[in-house]
């Protein structure tokens, strides 16, 4: 009999083609009712690791599987995924993707009809999990109408019907917005607490899971893992939350796990930082405009998602985008566009050849000649690759775009070093496809760069070069938008935020006028500071070298 619910003995993992393996005789065990976090770079194995608890891999991913994996005593090289269904519930990144069924009932229903569990058990599963995860009302709702993070719960429903003993999530709060993230992982928490479900996350946003996690499964990169207390481990990890980083920086021990944690050590902290003042954020935003939107109107049917909103885009300005999941963020940005449905305003933007030329509407442009002078990455960045490899992409991208070859392979390689050129597109990570379209995107340099969630699937290192990016753009005279709920990302990057709610703006300001005062979108710099207006940890430590005196008590000890 093994130890853990999960066990991982010396399993090395290796892909055709591979340079080396993406993981390396890895030895783990994973307890009964644990709430496991799985970290690491983009790239760094944690899908891999993720898909052996099933034994997807290898048996659907390819490669060599070298070692056991073990699921409560049952082998995954005797026993294929579909026998150990009763056993591990796997909810992937996109639950829209993974749905079979039209309705929330039934897609719970679904995986019970498979395994042929009576009618009569299935009506009392379904009704418990309804219940269990607090979406009783959605019950009749079709599942294309439910938000962000309905839609999550119900994925998570769909497998808990099954009573699996592992729950397996793969970033499952990356495209919600703070407060629907956060009514996930309430779910996710009682099923740990409540029922004894093993459950194995792998999440980048750290910063919203890693307080509620009992152990922190940590992928540096080389194939192998480092494993314990959250704590212990983020000591020296090369990833590490806001709050965390802070820590480090401060001096404070325990390190603090969260927000409320990082306060009771902070008094000294702010005190020191009473005397010295914020630098002001480079590029304001005094250029001129080179997006004027005025009354955009979206509906679908006679649901209106955007209502009547007024926009200006100015040069070397950063605006991220922020509200909740259906607030009418993407269909805005769609139809600043040009290539999305509008009902009503107008759009006129400058031309990459003459900046005071603000007549255009990219809507009665050609689709190539709107590209010129508004680039939108959206939320989903594999739509716009087509070719076989990656090499070809970049190639491509420097063509159609104008620029010296290899440009679009340099930005790349800023956002993730070292990814193959030989490798399809379809068998990257989510974080590397997406750092694949944001090259391709960006090396095109439009006046207006519009994107819509880039930071998805980016451990916290390419999120800051990719912030270093999109400033760079900024300076270089372009307008940047950002739609995110990453309120990280925002603090780093985002020289002013716009707030929309049911289509309609109801903030816009300087990031730091509207992200501080917001419970919801401040960052946990912001949070632990308060009431001082310091949004990232790089300000906090620029601030500390420029205060005078030595520095007093434990920071920087």
Not at 518 to 542: D, G, I, N
Request: aromatic content about 2%.
């Amino acid at each position: 009999m093994t130890s853990g619910m999960i066990e991982f003995s010396e399993v090395t993992v290796t892909y055709p083609d591979a340079a080396t393996p993406a993981l390396r005789e890895v030895t783990l065990s994973i307890a009964e009712g644990e709430l496991c976090l799985v970290a690491g770079r983009t790239g760094s194995g944690k899908s891999t690791l993720l898909r052996a608890v099933n034994g997807l891999v290898p048996r659907f991913t390819g490669g060599h599987l070298r070692g056991a994996v073990t699921v409560a005593d049952v082998d995954t090289r005797t026993h294929p995924p579909r026998e150990l269904a009763h056993l591990v519930g796997v909810v992937g990144q996109d639950p829209l993707a993974g749905f079979t069924t039209d309705t929330v009932e039934e897609e719970l229903a679904y995986g019970m009809e498979q395994l042929a569990v009576e009618p009569a058990m299935m009506r009392k599963r379904v009704e418990e999990t309804l219940d269990l995860l607090g979406i009783a009302e959605l019950r009749g709702r079709p599942l294309r109408a439910l938000s962000g993070g309905q839609q999550q719960r119900v994925a998570i429903g769909s497998v808990l019907t099954a009573h699996p003993r592992v729950l397996v999530l793969d970033e499952p709060t990356s495209a919600l917005d703070p407060t629907a993230a956060e009514e996930v992982l309430a779910a996710v928490t009682r099923l740990v607490h409540d029922l004894g479900v093993t459950v194995v996350l792998a999440e980048h946003r750290l910063e919203r899971v890693v307080e509620y996690a009992d152990r922190l499964v940590y992928l540096p990169g080389d194939g192998t893992v480092q494993h314990g207390l959250p704590v212990d481990v983020l000591a020296t990890a090369e990833i590490a939350p806001p709050v965390v980083a802070l820590g480090r920086l401060a001096g404070w021990q325990p390190l603090p796990l969260s927000v409320r944690d990082a306060r009771r050590q902070a008094p000294r902290l702010r005190e020191r930082l009473a005397t010295v003042d914020p630098e002001p954020r480079p590029g304001a935003g005094s250029g001129a405009v080179l997006l004027s939107a005025r009354r955009m109107t979206v509906r679908y049917g006679e649901l209106p998602a955007v209502r009547e909103v007024d926009l200006d885009l100015r040069a070397g300005q950063v605006v991220a985008l922020m509200g909740r999941n259906g607030s009418g963020k993407s269909s805005l940005l769609w139809a600043l566009q040009g290539a999305g449905p509008r009902q009503g305003g107008t759009v006129a933007v400058a031309g990459p050849e003459d900046p005071a030329d603000r007549g255009a509407d990219p809507a009665r442009l050609s689709p190539a000649r709107a590209r010129q002078r508004v680039g939108l990455v959206p939320q989903n960045p594999g739509e716009l690759l087509y070719l076989d490899t990656v090499a070809d992409e970049c190639a491509q991208a420097d063509r159609e775009s104008g620029v010296d070859a290899g440009s679009c392979r340099a930005l790349l390689d800023r956002l993730v070093p070292g990814l193959g050129g030989a490798a399809h597109p379809r068998d990257l990570s989510e974080g590397q496809r997406l750092a694949l379209v944001l090259a391709v995107q960006l090396v095109a340099a439009p006046p207006v760069v519009l994107l819509d969630e880039p930071t998805r699937g980016l451990d916290y290192p390419t999120k800051r070069t990719f912030a270093a990016a999109v400033r760079e753009l900024a300076a270089a005279g372009h307008a940047v938008v950002v739609a995110t709920h990453d309120v990280e990302f925002v603090a780093q990057a985002a020289d002013r935020v716009v707030v929309l709610a049911d289509g309609e703006v109801v903030a816009d300001g300087a990031t730091r006028e509207v992200v501080v005062a917001s419970p919801a979108f401040a960052p946990q710099v912001a949070k632990v500071l308060a009431p001082q207006p310091w949004l990232t940890v790089e300000a906090v430590a620029a601030a500390l070298d420029r205060s005078p005196g030595p520095v007093a008590g434990a920071e920087r000890s």
